[in-house]
C-alpha cells in the first residue's frame, strides 16, 4: 500500500529561523514529487521534483529529492510569519493517472 | 474565471439527504480531479476525470458516491444517502492535460457538513 510520512507533524518557530520539513514515501510506480502550501483552503503549487540531488528554489524555499532513499526535504529560510501554513507533500504514484497521494502535512507556525 | 471555483464553499445536510457539489475547472484544462480533506488529515483522491471520461474512479469509497463530468468541463460530485463519516472538505484540481509535468491547480473546496 502507497505510504507518505511527513515530520514533523508541527512546528513552531520565530521570525527568522531556518527550518526543515522532511517526507519520507514508498509509493509504487513512482514519477515525481510535488510539494504544495496550503494556507486556508486551497493547496497552491510550490514545487515538483523528478530527478534525485537536483535542488529547486524559489525565493526563500528549496528542495530536493532522494529517488534512492525515498525521501524529500523542503526548506524554508529566514522564515516569515507568511510562510505560517500546513506544508504538504504529495508522491505522483500511478502509471496511468495523475493521483496524488498526499502526507498528512507540517503545520509550520512562524511567530514574530 | 482565472482559478478554479467550486460551488457552495459550505454544504450543510441532514444524514440521508443527497448532496451536489461543483466544481468549475479553469478554462481548456482536459484534466479534472476530485480530492477529500478531512480535519488534520492530506487530501485523499477520489476520481479523475480526462476529458469527459473518468479515467481513475478508484478512491471512491463506495457507490454512494459519483460524479459526472458530461461536457468535459464542469464537474459534479453527487453523494447519496450522506452519512456524518461524509463531512469533511471536498477538493477539486484541474491540469492542463494530466501527464507528468503539469501542476494540478486546486480550488477553494466545498466545506460538507453531515448533522
Known amino acids: 500500500e502507497d505510504k507518505v510520512v511527513q515530520s514533523p507533524l508541527s512546528l513552531v518557530v520565530h521570525e527568522g529561523d531556518t527550518v526543515t520539513l522532511n517526507c519520507s514515501y514508498e509509493?509504487?510506480?513512482?514519477?515525481?514529487l510535488l510539494w504544495y502550501k496550503q494556507e486556508k483552503k486551497a493547496p497552491t503549487f510550490l514545487f515538483m521534483l523528478?530527478?534525485?540531488?537536483i535542488e529547486k528554489k524559489s525565493g526563500r524555499l528549496s528542495s530536493i529529492l532522494d529517488k534512492k532513499e525515498l525521501f524529500s526535504i523542503l526548506n524554508i529560510t529566514a522564515t516569515q510569519t507568511g510562510d505560517s501554513a500546513v506544508y504538504l507533500c504529495?508522491?505522483?504514484?500511478?502509471?496511468?493517472?495523475?493521483?496524488?497521494?498526499f502526507g498528512t502535512g507540517t503545520r509550520l507556525q512562524v511567530f514574530p | 474565471g482565472a482559478g478554479v471555483s467550486q460551488t457552495p464553499s459550505n454544504k450543510v445536510t441532514e444524514k440521508g439527504k443527497y448532496v451536489e457539489l461543483r466544481c468549475d475547472p479553469i478554462?481548456?484544462?482536459?484534466?479534472l480531479y476530485w480530492y477529500r480533506q478531512s480535519l488534520g488529515q492530506g487530501p485523499e483522491f477520489l476520481i479523475y476525470?480526462?476529458?469527459?471520461?473518468?479515467?481513475?474512479d478508484s478512491g471512491l469509497p463506495n457507490d454512494r458516491f459519483f460524479a459526472v463530468r458530461p461536457e468535459g468541463s464542469v464537474s459534479t460530485l453527487k453523494i447519496q444517502r450522506t452519512e456524518r463519516g461524509d463531512s469533511a472538505v471536498y477538493l477539486c484540481?484541474?491540469?492542463?492535460?494530466?501527464?507528468?509535468?503539469?501542476?494540478?491547480?486546486f480550488g477553494p473546496g466545498t466545506r460538507l457538513t453531515v448533522l
Open positions: 478554462s481548456g484544462h482536459t484534466a
Open positions: 504529495a508522491p505522483l504514484g500511478s502509471y496511468n493517472t495523475d493521483k496524488l497521494i
Open positions: 484540481a484541474s491540469s492542463p492535460t494530466g501527464r507528468v509535468g503539469n501542476e494540478q491547480f
Open positions: 509509493v509504487t510506480n513512482f514519477r515525481s
Open positions: 476525470f480526462q476529458g469527459t471520461g473518468a479515467a481513475d
Open positions: 523528478t530527478s534525485s540531488g
